[in-house]
C-alpha cells in the first residue's frame, strides 16, 4: 500500500486502551497501515508507560487531541460523557471513530451514525458486542447475503458464570455473586450485568448489526437472573434443560421482539453448554440456517483486537457512506412454551387452583414437576405449559399471583429449546 | 447508494447457482446493489426456471457473457477445467470474480490473486470454506488485529457424518458408508471426502486466508480415516474422546505445520460435540484466544448466502488491492501427545517390545489399554504417548511394524486435547 498511515489517536489508556498501544507497538507490521500518534488520559505522569515509543504524544487535554488532526480517534473511556461528547466532535470535524462503548451506542447510535454519514466518515464499534468476538464482520458482511431472522445469545460474563457455577454446584446465587466479587467476574454492585442492562445495551447493538433499526434500550423487556433459585436448576436438569442469561432479538410482523434474561436451554445446545465468562452468539437466517459464534466476551487484549480490526477496515473501505438506523419497534414475542415456578405454602387445591387460571386463558399445560423434601410453608414446584402467547400467561400469572397460597410471586421463564 | 448495480453473471446453475439465483431474486432490497444479468449453463432449454425474471438472459455461450461486460462473474461450476480459464478470462478483462471453487483455489490462488491484483479487480471466495460459515469476513477482518496462531476445523461433513454416526453406534465404517451413500451424505466414491483432499484443499485457502501464504496442497500431510475401527471409538472413549477428521494449519518457526486426518478430540469440546455434516472451526491467535464458529458446511442455500454476501462486498469495496499469497512452507508440527493402536496376534513379549521401540526413540508412554473380548489372533490394544516429535515416533511405528505379531499396520492419531 502507497497510503499514508492511519493517525490513530487514543482516548483513554484504561485496560482496553493499553491492550490496543500494546498491539499496535507489538505489530511492526501494522506500521504502514495505522500509526498511534497520540494517548489521552488524566493523570499522564501515572499512566505513562516506557514500552510506548517516543514518536506517541500523551496528553492530558483532549483538546491537544482534535488540535493534531488525527485521521480516527480510539474511544475507550466508557460510560456516556464525556465520552459522548468526544465521539461526537470528532464525527464532526469529519474523524473517524472506532468506539468499544456499548451504552454509548445503545443510547445514541442513530444520532452518531447520522453524524458520521452526513461528516462522511465512519463509526466503527466491533469491540463493543462480546469483546473479541468478530460478530459485526461476520454478521454484516459474511451472512449480508442472507435475510437474518434471528440473533440470541449468552452477552453477559457474569450472568453466565453465576449461572453456570450454580447449575454447576447446587449454590444459592448470593454465595456464588459473593464469589464472583471476590474473584474479580462481578462488580461490587452487579445490577448492571445480573439485571440484563449491559446484555440490553449489546441486543440494542446487535438489532443494529443484524437488521439495521434501532430499538430502545428502555422498550426491551429485561428480566433479572437474581429470581433464580438452587431448585429452579435442579427442575431444569429434569427437563433436560439449564438456565442461561440469554439475550435475543427477532424479526416479527415487521417489528422485532425481543428479550433479556434466564430461560431454560437444553444442556446439550451451544446455550447450555457455554460455561464461565465466555460469549456465544447464533445468528438464524431465512437462507443459510444457524451459524454460532464463540469466544472470549471481554478482556483487555481480546476486546483490543476488535478495536484494531476496526482501524485496519478503516484504512480500506474508505469510500463507504455509514449506514444508518431507523426507530424498530418492539412488538410481542412468539407463542413460545413457558416453565412457570411457584413457592406456595402447601395445602389442597393450589394445583387446581392454577390450572384452572391457564385454562381461563386457553393456556395448555405440559408437565407438572414437584421434588420431594422441601418445607411445606415454601414449596417450590414447576408447570410446564405448551406453546403460549406473553400476554395471556401473563394475565393467568397475574390473577394467580394474587392467591396467598403464595410464598413467593410466581416464576415464568422462556424455554428456548431450538437453541 | 447512487451508484449504479453491480452487473453480475452466473457461470453454472446447479444447486449453488439456483440458490444465488433465488436470493437475488427473492430479495428485492438488493436490486439497486446487485443485478444478475446472464446466466451460463449447458443445455439451457431444461435448466431455464420460470422464476428467474425475463431480464436475465440465459446463455450457453460463455462468450456472450463475456461480450456482456460484467462487473462480476459467480464460478459455481467447480473443478479446475474449464473453471479455471473462465476465472482467468474474467480477471483479465478486469472483471471481479466470485467462486465457490476450493479446489481451483488450492491449485492456482497465487497465480489468480496476482493476476486480479496486477488488473486491479478482485477475486472472492467466502463460499469455498465450511459453505455458509462465514469465515472470511470473520477471520479476515474481524481478527486482522491479532497474531493469529492456528486455524483448526472439521471441514469435511462426509467424514464428519461418518465418524460421529460411528461413535454413535459402535458400527462398522463399511455399514455407515453404505448408509451416506443411499442417503446423499457420500459420493459414490467418497475417496476425496474421506482420505481428507477435500478438506486438505479448504485448509490451503484457510491457510491464506488466516496468514496470506500459499501451501501446496500436495505437501499438506493427509492421513485417511479409512483405518478407524469400532474399536478405536471404544478406547478413544474410555479416554474422554472421540474421533473426528481434523484439518489444521499452525504457524511454525516461520513456516506452517499442517494436518488433514482422523485425530482424538475431547467429547466436550466444541469439535467433540460437532455432529452430522455441521463444520465448525476454531481460531487461536496471539491476543485474543480461541474463537469459533460453526453452521452448515455446504448446501446450496448455505454456499449462496456466502457468494451473496461477497457480491455484496464487492459494492462497497472498490478501491482495494487484491491481496497476494506467497508461498510458506510446511514444517513438523510441534511436539504432541499420540494415540497407538495395534492390532496383533497375541503373545508374550509384543508389549515389552514395543515398549522398547518407543524407548529407544525417547518417547514416554501415558497409558495402556486393553479391553477384553477380542479374538486372540487380531487383538487391538491402545498405547497413549506423552508429547514428541512426530519423526522418532514414526521411526519407532516403522520399527515395529516390521515384527510379524502385527495383524495390521499400527495405528497412530494425535490427541489434540487443547480444543
Known amino acids: 500500500m502507497t497510503a499514508q498511515p492511519l493517525r490513530a489517536a487514543l482516548l483513554g489508556f484504561g485496560t482496553v486502551g493499553a491492550a490496543v498501544a500494546r498491539i499496535l507497538v507489538d505489530r511492526p507490521d501494522l506500521a504502514d497501515r495505522v500509526q498511534l500518534t497520540h494517548i489521552f488520559n488524566r493523570d499522564v505522569a501515572r499512566k505513562r508507560s516506557a514500552w510506548v515509543p517516543p514518536s506517541v504524544t500523551w496528553t492530558e487535554s483532549v483538546d491537544d487531541v482534535f488540535a493534531s488532526k488525527p485521521d480516527a480517534v480510539v474511544e475507550v473511556i466508557g460510560g456516556l460523557e464525556p465520552a459522548g461528547t468526544w465521539v461526537r466532535r470528532a464525527l464532526t470535524q469529519g474523524v473517524a471513530v472506532v468506539t468499544a462503548n456499548k451504552m454509548l451506542l445503545a443510547a445514541h447510535a442513530p444520532e452518531l451514525l447520522h453524524l458520521a454519514a452526513t461528516k462522511g466518515t465512519q463509526l466503527r464499534f466491533e469491540a463493543a458486542v462480546a469483546g473479541g468476538v468478530p460478530l459485526i464482520h461476520g454478521v454484516r458482511e459474511g451472512l449480508a447475503g442472507d435475510r437474518l431472522l434471528r440473533v440470541a445469545g449468552i452477552l453477559n460474563g457474569t450472568s453466565n458464570y453465576v449461572l453456570s457455577r450454580m447449575a454447576a454446584g447446587d449454590e444459592p446465587m448470593s454465595a456464588v ?36 433499526r434501532h430499538l430502545r434500550l428502555a422498550d426491551i423487556p429485561r428480566q433479572s437472573i437474581r429470581s433464580i433459585s438452587a431448585a429452579d ?19 416479527s410482523d415487521g417489528g422485532f421482539h425481543a428479550f433479556v434474561g434466564p430461560a431454560l436451554v437444553l444442556r446439550g445446545s451451544n446455550f447450555g453448554l457455554n460455561m464461565g465468562a465466555n460469549n456465544v452468539v447464533t445468528i438464524a437466517g431465512h437462507y443459510g440456517g444457524e451459524n454460532s459464534f464463540s469466544g472470549a466476551g471481554a478482556g483487555g487484549p481480546a476486546t483490543a483486537v476488535a478495536v484494531v480490526s476496526d482501524l485496519l477496515s478503516l484504512t480500506q473501505r474508505t469510500h463507504e457512506r455509514s449506514e444508518e438506523w431507523p426507530a424498530g419497534t418492539i412488538t410481542p414475542p ?12 402447601d395445602r389442597p387445591g393450589i394445583l387446581a387452583s392454577i390450572a384452572a387460571a391457564l385454562a381461563r386463558q386457553g393456556i395448555n399445560l405440559d408437565a407438572v414437576l414437584q421434588e420431594p423434601g422441601y418445607p411445606k410453608d415454601a414449596l417450590p414446584f414447576v408447570i410446564t405449559v405448551e406453546a403460549c402467547q406473553e400476554a395471556p400467561l401473563k394475565t393467568a400469572l397475574h390473577e394467580i399471583g394474587r392467591s396467598d397460597f403464595n410464598a413467593e410471586p410466581p416464576l415464568a421463564l422462556p424455554m428456548l429449546l431450538g437453541d
Open 177 to 212: 455473586l459473593d464469589d464472583a466479587r471476590r474473584l474479580g467476574y462481578a462488580e461490587a454492585d452487579p445490577s448492571a450485568d445480573i439485571d440484563g442492562d449491559d446484555a440490553g445495551a449489546k441486543i440494542v447493538v446487535l438489532a443494529g448489526i443484524a437488521f439495521r
Open 233 to 251: 436448576f435442579r427442575y431444569a436438569r429434569q427437563l433436560g434443560c439449564t438456565i442461561r442469561q440469554i439475550a435475543m432479538v427477532g424479526t
Open 334 to 345: 412468539p407463542a413460545r412454551p413457558y416453565y412457570l415456578r411457584f413457592v406456595v405454602r
